[in-house]
């Protein structure tokens, strides 16, 4: 069992927007300036496409957007694309120790 | 461009001790800005940070892998090394070793560059 929750699966048309959540606690989320998310296509290593909870990295599309609130951060991909079909992971840390979300498949229908 | 890339056997057998080596190009090792992580992610399964080493060789080990687990580092040829030890086939996975950035107050923020991950596999 991860340490941040997040759903298996999720599913979204091309050209809509879907948003993943990653569920924490007061101990990591709740309480880290620095939540990550990854896109890792099968076969690939992770790619870092969100850091500080809200900034994307250069060369990442203005597709992707991250937040938080509270416990809770979330990932948002507006402009669904055929290749942003991929599993994501949230990442943050408690007592500078990192810690993942199980990660959640995203299908491009 | 940074790059890190892992080496190392991909198959050990049981009860031996895991051996793997990242090498970072393109940047020195040897600086304050980042610790230098490794993390496993079993088949079909999620990711699992099993600790980072900094340039002073202060290191930081996921607690349930602390027993069996050690970090190094060889400045000399800019690359960071993992043992893992008495394995088992729930230590089969893919290896990789990450660059994890560090904020003003020591504080890891997120692992920016990745290597290609190494496959390892555990049996007799």
């Known amino acids: 069992q991860s340490a941040l929750a997040q759903p298996a699966s999720v599913s979204g048309s091309p050209g809509q927007s879907i948003t993943i959540s990653c569920i924490g606690t007061s101990t990591d989320i709740g309480f880290s300036d620095y939540v990550s998310w990854y896109q890792q296509h099968p076969g690939e290593a992770p790619k870092l496409i969100i850091s500080d909870v809200s900034s994307r990295p250069s060369g990442v599309s203005n597709r992707f957007s991250g937040s938080k609130s509270g416990n809770t951060a979330s990932l948002t991909i507006s402009g669904l694309q055929a290749e942003d079909e991929a599993d994501y992971f949230c990442?943050?840390?408690?007592?500078?120790?990192?810690?993942f979300g199980g990660g959640t498949k995203m299908t491009v229908l | 461009q940074v790059q890190l890339q892992e080496s190392g056997p991909g198959l050990v057998k049981p009860s031996q001790t895991l051996s793997l080596t990242c090498t970072v190009s393109g940047g020195s090792i040897n600086s304050g800005t980042y610790y230098w992580s490794w993390i496993r992610q079993h088949p079909g399964k999620g990711l699992e940070w099993i600790g980072y080493i900094y340039y002073t060789g202060k290191t930081h080990y996921n607690a349930s892998l602390k027993s069996r687990v050690s970090m190094s580092l060889d400045t000399s040829k800019n690359q960071f090394s993992l043992q893992m030890s008495s394995v088992t086939a729930a230590d089969t996975a893919v290896y990789y070793c990450?660059?994890?950035?560090?904020?003003?107050?020591?504080?890891?923020?997120?692992?920016?560059?990745w290597g290609h991950g190494t496959t390892v596999t555990v049996s007799s």
């Open positions: 990450a660059r994890d950035t560090v904020d003003s107050v020591m504080a890891p923020r997120g692992m920016d560059v």
């Open positions: 990442s943050s840390y408690t007592d500078s120790r990192p810690l």
